[in-house]
């Protein structure tokens, strides 16, 4: 990192700087509570709670089945608490890494003043929550992001955050970590990355299966970012519960590509319907039903290793 940070390569999780050797097997795009349903007229009850028994059950269950790592994308405006994220690593023995930014239009926190304040300002703001902290908590965060798009085109407000993200990106070293939904607007995201000179190579498209076209999958990865199938398990849409064949075919075509290096696989973990004890898949479910389903495709055990421990380790190292 620039500003003052450590150069030595590291993770920064929420109890602190780690080896990245410490890093196993990661879950890149998650959360552990949020709430999007609060905003005005919206009314369909969407939220992860607080629930801290419940909660750290979950994620105890993703740990017995060999899990390392967590990475929370809870941004301010639907709940991020660094606190609360320090007492679920703790509780789990997880390691944790907070994303930083602001999430999508429709959700910027009014206090944020996104577009109020020039973009280099808000870049300072990322810039010292990865350097000193949140506010007077101290804990940085390790990742920007998820920074996002509410529909398949970029709004003004959220090309500013985009812009800002790119531009804290470059002064800290860090990976920024998107939402692009039901459409290709992740390279929109990625041409205003590219534009101000951001790292490609440390950005992240997500939600790539809830846009299943291979065709868009391969143009992430040709262009050196990583494509980040993170609704497995989920199961709000058809799509989501009939459509993941269609996910398992096109990793099978980047990975014959040569673009192992450019896949991550998570679950989103964001409404309590998604948890274990409310019928859900919990956080196990790459464990218990998509790893294995990866292997009967022909994916080899180094591929897994390669998509679930080396790249997230690579993308959250710094310095």
Request: proline share 4%; glycine share 10%; with cysteine.
């Amino acid at each position: 990192m620039t500003d003052g940070s450590a150069t030595v390569p590291g993770v920064q999780t929420v109890l602190g700087r780690i080896d990245p050797g410490q890093l196993g097997w990661t879950l890149p795009h998650e959360h552990t509570a949020i709430a999007l349903w609060h905003i005005a007229n919206r009314w369909d009850y969407w939220e992860l709670r607080r629930d801290e028994p419940v909660i750290v059950e979950e994620l105890g269950a993703f740990a017995a089945a060999g899990g390392s790592a967590v990475v929370d994308l809870t941004l301010p405006g639907v709940g991020r608490d660094p606190a609360w994220l320090a007492r679920v690593s703790r509780a789990t023995g997880l390691h944790v890494v907070m994303g930083s930014g602001w999430y999508r239009d429709a959700y910027y926190p009014a206090e944020a003043l996104i577009d109020r304040r020039s973009v280099d300002d808000l870049a300072d703001e990322i810039v010292r929550e990865a350097t000193v902290g949140v506010g007077e908590s101290g804990i940085r965060a390790g990742i920007i992001g998820e920074i996002g798009t509410d529909k398949p085109w970029l709004s003004a407000r959220e090309e500013r955050v985009h812009r800002a993200a790119a531009r804290a990106a470059r002064r800290t070293g860090l990976a920024i970590t998107t939402h692009a939904v039901q459409s290709p607007v992740g390279l929109d995201q990625l041409s205003v990355f590219e534009e101000e000179g951001a790292d490609v190579t440390r950005i992240v498209i997500g939600h790539a299966d809830s846009h299943p076209d291979p065709a868009y999958h391969k143009a992430i990865a040709e262009r050196g970012a990583s494509v980040e199938f993170d609704f497995l398990g989920m199961s709000f849409t058809p799509l989501e519960r009939h459509g993941e064949g269609r996910i398992v075919e096109s990793i099978c075509e980047l990975l014959a590509q040569g673009y192992a290096e450019r896949i991550l696989l998570s679950q989103d973990v964001c409404h309590d319907s998604q948890l274990t004890r409310y019928g859900g898949n919990g956080y196990t479910y790459l464990a218990e039903t998509f790893l294995p389903r990866l292997r009967a495709a022909g994916v080899s055990d180094d591929e897994i290793h390669t998509i679930t421990i080396d790249n997230p380790r690579r993308l959250l190292t710094v310095g």
